[in-house]
């Protein structure tokens, strides 16, 4: 245990995995003797949690680690460390690009951040630590070189102490070959479910009401230890008995492991959220097969019909990358069609962006000029925005229950810090609303009256609970919002 307080900056950028990996990183610096800061200059240590799907992502972390390198030179005393995927990614060459850093922490071996600190603190020099590469050795071992060190909770580095996320499953096998993930977070592993219950019973006893649950196909999760195979509906039925959680979530699901079972469940458990994101990828089943997805599009359309059946109301999210290697216009308005029928509550549109270690950049010339790339990103994203907007429609004159976050986007950036603000929360479906309310209803589920709309927003008025046997809209006169009783929206 280290005596001296020491300060520690982390910027984290990427999926919710790294998100939660970076409130573990901090939980077991706490234990360290760690305080948290917001800058760098306040900061004795410097981490950087890191994603590598896209070039993008990597740019902008190189370009923030030679901000520092003048930080550096004035401050040698400081500890630099790269965390994370592109630390996995890039391991030795991280150090030749910028010989400032001191630490590069593979997502397998994040729980040694303190020691490794500590030893490049006593001058022990650049300190490497990443797992085995997928070709390094038996499966096994490279399966041990992946650890994650999940128990470590901490309530205060949640993006809210009463949401947090659950790991049930590291790595992935599926290597859809675009996708740098099955490198960078090594073979797909179902955590124990004695582990996760136990997780999860810890998280509600943190005041936890909302849990999503994360793996990169986490309907495919699967435990086979004790001689039983658990699933991830039969995890949803246990989880689901715990006191004080209200809502569960699972995200990302992969297509192919949506199941009947799974869907049954989900219908059949109150607290399963009716919010399922199940990227598509391409509508064009050349394309899908050259990014090696396992599914063609009439069987994506087949799991829809599935969903639709089994949950009305679900909402329905997909991603979809433009301008994968060789795509045409006609295989991309296959994309766009695929788009205008599904009628997704939203989706995550990015650029084909070569990987190098992928079977697409070894294979496949990434061919598709950037300008066309470009054109068919703000396209789709458009015609994703009129669907979304249209959807969110639906729901003027409903009443939708919501789980309030905190100070809206717009309240956080005009620095609002009255008693009465515009709050933000998110429906059992995972939809945004907005409304006025006084700050004492952060972490309260609450009915809230849908009054307006943009594409990625609900707009409303919190109806107070009753003092009659009526709920009344605060400020809003009886009669507008038309049915009273909340859905799940
Ligand atoms: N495991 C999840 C799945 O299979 O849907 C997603 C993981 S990935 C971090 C999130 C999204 O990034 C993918 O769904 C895909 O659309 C996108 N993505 C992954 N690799 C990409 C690449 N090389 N270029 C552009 N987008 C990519
Ligand atoms: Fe990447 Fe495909 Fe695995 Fe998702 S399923 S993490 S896209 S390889």
């Given at each position: 245990m280290t005596t001296m307080p020491h300060y520690v900056y982390i910027e984290t950028v990427g999926c919710q995995m790294n998100v939660l990996d970076s409130e573990m990183v901090v939980a077991s610096l706490r234990q360290h003797g760690y305080q948290l800061v917001d800058s760098v200059d306040q900061a004795d240590t410097i981490l950087f949690n890191t994603c590598?799907?896209?070039q993008h992502a990597e740019d902008k972390i190189y370009s923030a680690l030679g901000h520092l390198r003048r930080h550096k030179q004035r401050n040698p005393e400081k500890v630099i460390g790269v965390l994370g995927c592109m630390a996995q990614k890039d391991q030795r060459r991280i150090f030749e690009r910028a010989p400032y850093v001191d630490l590069v922490i593979g997502p397998g071996q994040l729980q040694q951040t303190a020691e490794l600190i500590e030893a490049a603190r006593a001058g022990g020099g650049q300190q490497l630590a990443v797992s085995l590469g997928r070709?390094?050795?038996p499966r096994e071992e490279i399966r041990r070189s992946h650890e994650t060190f999940d128990p470590l909770r901490d309530p205060a580095m949640r993006p809210t102490p009463f949401q947090a996320y659950l790991r049930i499953q590291i790595g992935?096998?599926?290597?859809?070959?675009?996708?740098i993930v099955p490198m960078t977070r090594g073979p797909e592993q179902g955590r124990p479910p004695d582990q996760i219950i136990a997780e999860a019973r810890l998280l509600a006893d943190q005041g936890c009401q909302e849990i999503t649950l994360l793996g990169q196909?986490?309907?495919?999760y699967r435990d086979r230890s004790g001689g039983r195979t658990t699933q991830l509906a039969d995890l949803l039925v246990a989880l689901h008995e715990i006191e004080g959680l209200a809502r569960l979530k699972f995200v990302t699901n992969y297509p192919k492991d949506m199941t009947v079972d799974l869907l049954q469940t989900v219908r059949d458990l109150p607290k399963c959220s009716h919010y399922l994101h199940v990227p598509l990828q391409s509508g064009s089943n050349r394309i899908l097969q050259a990014m090696k997805r396992g599914y063609t599009v009439e069987e994506y359309r087949e799991m829809m019909a599935r969903i639709r059946e089994i949950l009305p109301d679900a909402a329905v999210s997909s991603d979809f990358i433009v301008?994968?290697?060789?795509?045409?216009d006609e295989e991309y308005q296959q994309s766009v069609d695929l788009v205008r029928q599904c009628r997704f509550k939203t989706s995550f549109i990015f650029k084909y962006s070569e990987r190098p270690g992928t079977k697409a950049a070894e294979l496949l010339p990434d061919d598709v000029p950037e300008e066309i790339k470009r054109r068919r990103n703000n396209e789709l994203l458009s015609l994703q925005d009129a669907i979304s907007e249209e959807e969110n429609q639906a729901f003027f004159g409903r009443t939708v229950e919501v789980l309030v976050e905190g100070p809206s986007h717009v309240a956080q950036k005009r620095g609002d810090d009255g008693d009465v603000l515009q709050l933000s929360g998110r429906t059992m479906c995972d939809r945004i609303v907005v409304f006025h309310g006084p700050r004492r209803l952060v972490g309260q589920i609450l009915p809230v009256a849908v009054l307006d709309c943009t594409a990625h927003t609900l707009i409303g008025e919190a109806i107070t609970r009753p003092t009659t046997p009526e709920l009344v809209p605060l400020g809003l006169k009886r009669g507008v919002a038309s049915d009273f009783s909340a859905s799940g929206g």
């Open positions: 590598s799907v896209r070709r390094d050795g992935c096998d599926k290597f859809c070959t675009y996708c196909t986490v309907n495919s301008g994968f290697c060789g795509e045409t």
